[in-house]
């Protein structure tokens, strides 16, 4: 069984970092996609950032290319994402999840991922 528990999240001025981390048991099974998204209020989840476990390959969302980067820690069952130059508009619940299928691309799609945690809140002021 694949539980996950987000923490790291808090309130930053704009410009700001934060770290978020996600513990994940079972994370030493999982050969898939690994990823992080976001929902602010009002809006859709959308997908922020995505690692193929066994591989390392990432991927990111636009809005936070240069600014947002997902790592992994086998030894500690951790995914990260590290957010800098926070802006306003990075405001939302975010989210990890986990697709436990093999051979797939990790894209950023909500439904490919059947695993959630129960999210960590990041709010960033101007």
């Known amino acids: 069984q694949v539980q996950l528990v987000e923490s790291g999240g808090g309130s930053v001025q704009a410009g700001g970092s934060l770290r978020l981390s996600c513990v994940v048991s079972?994370?030493?099974?999982?050969?898939?996609?690994v990823g992080w998204f976001r929902q602010a209020p009002g809006k859709e989840r959308e997908g922020v950032a995505s690692?193929?476990?066994?591989?390392?390959?990432?991927n990111y969302a636009d809005s936070v290319k240069g600014r947002f980067t997902i790592s992994q820690a086998n030894a500690q069952n951790t995914l990260y994402l590290q957010l800098n130059s926070l802006k306003p508009e990075d405001t939302a619940m975010y989210y990890c999840?986990?697709?436990?299928?093999?051979?797939?691309?990790?894209?950023?799609?909500?439904?490919?991922?059947?695993?959630w945690g129960q999210g960590t809140q990041v709010t960033v002021s101007s």
């Open positions: 079972g994370y030493a099974y999982i050969r898939g996609c």
């Open positions: 999840a986990a697709d436990l299928t093999l051979g797939r691309r990790c894209e950023l799609d909500v439904n490919q991922y059947g695993y």
């Open positions: 690692i193929q476990r066994s591989y390392g390959s990432t």
